[in-house]
């Protein structure tokens, strides 16, 4: 099944990618936790290991209850294939393995979660692919950094943790000008609030693990393609879809498989060579959240909406760092490409010095001190001790990231639980805060 119109999504979450088969026909989604699948003739496990049969051979490359999963969200996403993947992390490393080799180069958002940070500036930097983080907000520094030898550019659509917007319709328009994929990871917004896709990416990523799930229990991660990008008009750049490779018997990907050249890559030699599989266990996890995706997202945000406005009208907090706070730079962005909201992963700074932050979050008793997100549980975070600890202090500058900004990913309690904790906890910071007057103003930068 595939979806075309938005309104299709309550549908899909809980149908797509499965039909009950019989003998059986469970109305749930079967948990094949089996490593490994007999053949049914030697003939058949010769073909399917040379890839010109299609089927599972063994769980590291495919699993009947992963494929559920990978179906359904390409189906959410409005893409033609899905690659599930261990983790989030492991799903942005393989969709831009694919793409990128060493000395070749990407560009990415300054505004990214900083395990991403840490993949591309440590990791990919071991491999020799460089990457130039430019400003999401200005096209122009990411036209000027592209070189001949440029093959992705990579941003989120809702930035972690300040939840910055991305224009994805002006970075697929650049990508598309010099002949790049545009890769999204939507990890933040989930196919409810937004489909890059529509708005002109070629593969989008997905850390799973969080609204996906919604549970907090399971670790997972997604790359779809859109199968839009014609990697066969710049055979030059990507020789691994468009040239003949011993590894697939002397065939090209690209003729073997069109427009499915690229996650049939992904999958054959990056989760095969490198293991970041999914568990059918968590598998079947995130196919348990996912039925109930679009309810819980658009509860995040009535929960948000309240606590942004209780934030921004905190004398003891110095800046909201939300779309939706009244006045933001951002507002006609989230009109147009956002009507759904903007997410309920946002930011604060306290206003109070950076050895109050530890204190602050210590009186917080309902949001728990994690690092997690997209959980139906209220969750804590302080960016530069925690997830975005490895960037220097100038990359944590240019994400706009403070030693006073404390992240809240916004659960599914009550509202006015939620506000009360804050506010016991603001209230030492609140008395502390010379001259509340000089807080008022609360519109993020
Ligand atoms: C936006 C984003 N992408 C990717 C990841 C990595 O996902 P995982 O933790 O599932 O590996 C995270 C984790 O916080 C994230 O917030």
């Known amino acids: 099944m595939t979806i075309s119109e938005h309104s299709g999504i309550a549908t899909a979450q809980i149908h797509a990618g499965y039909e009950p088969q019989a003998p059986f026909r469970t109305v749930a989604v079967p948990l094949y936790q089996s490593a490994a699948y007999e053949f049914p003739d030697y003939e058949s496990a010769r073909r399917m290991f040379a890839l010109k049969e299609t089927g599972f051979t063994y769980s590291r490359t495919g699993n ?21 993947t261990a983790t989030g992390q492991s799903a942005v490393a393989v969709a831009l393995l694919a793409l990128v080799r060493g000395g070749q180069h990407l560009v990415a958002s300054s505004r990214l979660y900083g395990g991403t940070v840490d993949l ?11 990457v130039t983080f430019a400003d999401p907000d200005d096209v122009g520094a990411w036209a000027a950094a592209v070189r001949p030898e440029t093959r992705a550019f990579f941003t989120e659509t809702i930035g972690n943790p300040l939840g910055h917007l991305h224009d994805l319709p002006a970075l697929a328009g650049l990508a598309r000008g010099v002949g790049v994929p545009l890769v999204v990871d939507n990890t933040l917004a989930t196919p409810v609030l937004c489909r890059p896709l529509e708005l002109g990416a070629d593969i989008v990523v997905h850390s799973a693990t969080k609204f996906l799930g919604g549970h907090g229990t399971s670790l997972a991660g997604v790359v779809v393609d859109g199968g839009r990008f014609d990697f066969s008009a710049y ?28 996650l049939a890559l992904a999958r054959s030699k990056y989760l095969h060579d490198l293991g970041p599989s999914l568990s059918p266990f968590n598998a079947a996890q995130i196919l348990q959240g996912l039925e109930t995706l679009d309810i819980r997202v658009a509860r995040h945000a009535e929960n948000t909406r309240d606590v942004v406005r209780f934030l921004a009208a905190h004398p ?44 602050f979050i210590d009186r917080l008793t309902l949001f728990k001190l994690v690092a997690n997100v997209g959980d139906t549980r209220s969750l804590v975070a302080h960016p530069a001790a925690m997830t975005h600890c490895r960037l220097s202090p100038q990359q944590r500058a240019d994400a706009g990231i403070r030693d006073t900004t404390i992240r809240l990913s916004i659960g599914l309690e009550s509202a006015a639980d939620l ?15 010379p001259d509340p007057s000089a807080h008022l103003q609360k519109a993020s930068r």
């Open 316 to 359: 003891a907090v110095a800046a909201v760092h939300h779309p939706s706070v009244p006045g933001h730079p951002q507002a006609q962005l989230a009109a147009r490409d956002f009507p759904r909201g903007t997410g309920s992963v946002l930011s604060f700074d306290l206003a109070a010095d950076p050895a109050d932050v530890g204190a």
């Open 64 to 84: 009947p209850t992963v494929a559920v999963l990978e179906r359904r969200v390409a189906a959410l996403e409005g893409g033609v294939a899905a690659l599930a």
């Open 419 to 433: 506000i009360a904790d804050l506010n016991q906890a603001l209230a030492p910071q609140h008395s502390a805060v």
């Open 235 to 262: 055979p030059d750049k990507w020789p691994q879809l468009t040239r003949p490779k011993q590894r697939y018997g002397g065939d090209t990907l690209w003729e073997r498989h069109g427009h499915g050249a690229y």
């Open 120 to 130: 591309l500036t440590d990791t990919f930097a071991d491999f020799g692919i460089e």
